[in-house]
């Protein structure tokens, strides 16, 4: 004890001097020298100890097996950090040869500076069992051990985010597969899990709206992949009827609309459309160029609490509000008419249009003047713009705004547009901004939904295809700077668009279609249903509320060609309602006849107005409108 006790003052110099000595004896690279100066500095290695003591769990010196990859990277960098010792101390395997007591001495003197010495946390003397145990764990983790092969540079914080990244990986994996499973509907042998289609008298008496929203959705997904789910009892049109009366239960349509508009998409994209009916679109204002900028408009907005945003990069003019707290149709700018609350739609048949400077402007249903007053903006006030509406009721708020707006390039007449190659003619371009359906603006007129009725859809195609013939009729095809005509409705229906279209194609051959000057928007059908259309109706442009977050739209761009055509089967051609027999044209221009019986009714009311009495024989209502027509 005595013995021992003189060692744990410190350490004798016989056993420094012999394993020096061994170790240079034996011709070995390994630097002892450093332990020499380790083993009397106590105190500059007890830092160190207590890093690996942190980084490294204490286990007992006898059995050190580590089974996880992270302890195996511990133990590699304690080697790297004292691999001096690591070496000298594998040189005590062949150190039999000293005596039994200077071994014990030894033996003594490491058990009593424990905490000196990192022996007891980590085995320095490379065990053929440590190794072992370290190979077996980098065949079972190889993965993780190719993770831990880095550089020196490279630190816990990129390990960690590999790590995470392949987690990632793996869980997406998962997901993926998992919906590809749901989706399918497959077992392991590979048989389908077919949708079982409801009778007719079980599906009437749903009630529930989750159930019939859940059915909508199963047989959805059963028409995107009816080779697949379908059942073999049931044909695909059982399941497009049943889907049509759910979607019709569903939404709120009556069974005719809720077919029409399913049959203008595919599955997936006719829910989409019905769904975004359901949602109102962005509130949307167009600034007054002929009063502020938009820059200053929008930051006299944002300082009265508005929140906002540009439209969109393809409009220069339009934002769109978010939030306000003011009422955006009373306030000061709207007052002063600094800007005006238009639906985002209703900018793309005058951008289509893209009226210039001292033109002379048709629009045939401008009423309440969002389009006409964008014209007289884009005008800078030059030219001239006539504002014509059917509706006289109307025309009150088109007046109210022309003023509010500071239009004064604008004459407001009250006339039905089929008269107006007669009333008036030679416009550089005319705006035909049609009466239809409005099966585009469902979110904000929810009536449409049922109150629409096949009959409809044949009337207001048939004013349509008046309207836009003398729209046609109304344009001088020898402008310099003219001759367009832009036919627009609120409406997604084939039969008020494309048909519409078509039919003035092949009633005028003198006109034809162009680019609208948009550059987004779906193209118009060239077929539909087993309708073949011209096939210059794909540069018509279409938008959709689900699509393009705005009312659904329809907007074609007319060129016309000439101001003579001749009808085909060489049938007589008509100019101005005015039958010509050897000249077919369409002149544009007045009726002797009609002029003159105008003017005297003109010169008669002068006269009466002085306080003459005249009587052209005809009825006074006739008389008064005929004055109108005149001034």
């Known amino acids: 004890m005595g013995h021992r006790a003189k060692n744990k003052q410190g350490a004798p110099a016989p056993l420094e001097k012999p394993t020096f000595d061994k170790s240079k004896k034996r011709g070995k690279g390994n630097k002892k020298p450093e332990i020499k100066r380790k083993r009397p500095q106590k105190e500059e290695a007890r830092p160190v100890i207590k890093k690996q003591k942190t980084n490294t769990p204490v286990k007992p010196a006898q059995a050190v097996q580590p089974k996880k990859g992270k302890k195996t990277v511990q133990i590699k960098e304690a080697d790297e950090d004292l691999w001096d010792n690591a070496d000298s101390a594998s040189d005590d395997n062949s150190m039999d040869e000293l005596d039994d007591e200077f071994d014990e001495e030894l033996d003594d003197e490491f058990d009593d500076a424990a905490g000196v010495f990192p022996k007891t946390d980590i085995d320095f003397l490379g065990s053929d069992s440590e190794q072992e145990g370290e ?38 994996a998962m997901a993926e597969a998992e919906l590809l499973d749901s989706t399918m509907q497959t077992n392991i042998e590979g048989e389908v899990e077919r949708y079982a289609l409801p009778e007719e008298e079980e ?26 789910l379908r059942d073999p009892a049931k044909s695909r049109q059982d399941y497009t009827a049943r889907l049509i009366k759910d979607i019709a239960f569903y939404y709120g349509y009556s069974h005719f609309l809720a077919e029409k508009l399913f049959n203008l998409f595919p599955v997936s994209e006719a829910i989409e459309f019905f769904e975004a009916n ?69 900018f793309l048949p005058v951008m289509a ?6 033109e002379r402007v048709l629009d045939m249903a401008s009423a309440p003047g969002g389009k006409t007053t964008y014209i007289a903006a884009l005008q800078k006030n030059t030219g001239m713009v006539f504002a014509n509406d059917a509706s006289k009721d109307r025309l009150k708020s088109l007046v109210a705004n022309i003023h509010r707006m500071g239009v004064k390039n604008a004459v407001v007449c009250n006339y039905d547009g089929r008269e107006f190659p007669k009333v008036v003619g030679g416009f550089d371009r005319v705006l035909l901004d049609a009466p239809c359906s409005g099966t585009g603006v469902i979110s904000k007129d929810p009536g449409v939904k ?19 013939l003398s729209a046609i009729d109304s ?52 077929a539909y249903r087993g309708k073949n259309f011209h096939h210059t109706l794909k540069l018509t ?25 001749e009808e085909k089967g060489g049938k007589e051609g008509k100019t101005n309602g005015k039958d010509n027999e050897g000249d077919f044209s369409d002149e544009v221009g007045f009726d002797d006849d009609e002029d003159k019986a105008l003017i005297t009714e003109s010169k008669a009311k002068l006269r009466k107005k002085k306080g003459v009495q005249t009587t052209t024989g005809k009825p006074k209502s006739e008389i008064s409108e005929s004055t109108t027509t005149s001034e």
């Open 475 to 526: 344009v001088d095809a020898k402008s310099k700077t003219g001759g367009f005509i832009v036919y627009s409705t609120c409406s997604v229906v084939v039969e008020e668009n494309e048909a519409v279209v078509n039919y003035a194609l092949s009633k005028r051959p003198n006109v034809k279609l162009v680019a609208t000057g948009l550059d987004f928007g779906r193209e118009g059908f060239t």
């Open 353 to 358: 249009l893209a009226p210039q400077p001292n």
């Open 203 to 228: 599906a009437e008496e749903t009630i529930d709206v989750s159930a019939v929203n859940q059915r909508i959705q199963e047989i959805v997904n059963v028409l995107n992949n009816f080779k697949e």
């Open 450 to 468: 049922l109150n629409k009725t096949e009959k409809d859809f044949i009337d207001i195609p048939f004013l349509q295809k008046q309207l836009i």
């Open 278 to 346: 359901e949602v109102a679109r962005p509130v949307t204002i167009r600034t007054n160029t002929l009063r502020t900028r938009r820059r200053d408009l929008a930051q006299a907005l944002i300082n009265r609490g508005v929140n906002l945003d540009p439209i969109g990069k393809w409009s220069k003019v339009g934002l769109q509000i978010f939030d306000s707290q003011v009422p955006i149709g009373a306030s000061p700018e709207y007052l002063a008419g600094h800007y005006m609350l238009q639906a985002a739609s209703s």
């Open 135 to 172: 190979e077996e764990d980098e065949e079972e983790d190889s993965d993780e051990d190719e993770d831990d092969e880095i550089a020196e540079g490279q630190g816990l914080d990129e390990r960690k985010s590999r790590k995470i990244e392949a987690r990632k990986a793996r869980e997406a």
């Open 541 to 565: 442009r279409r938008f959709y509320p689900h699509v393009h977050n705005m009312d659904g739209f329809f907007v074609a761009k007319f060129k016309k060609i000439s101001n003579k055509f």
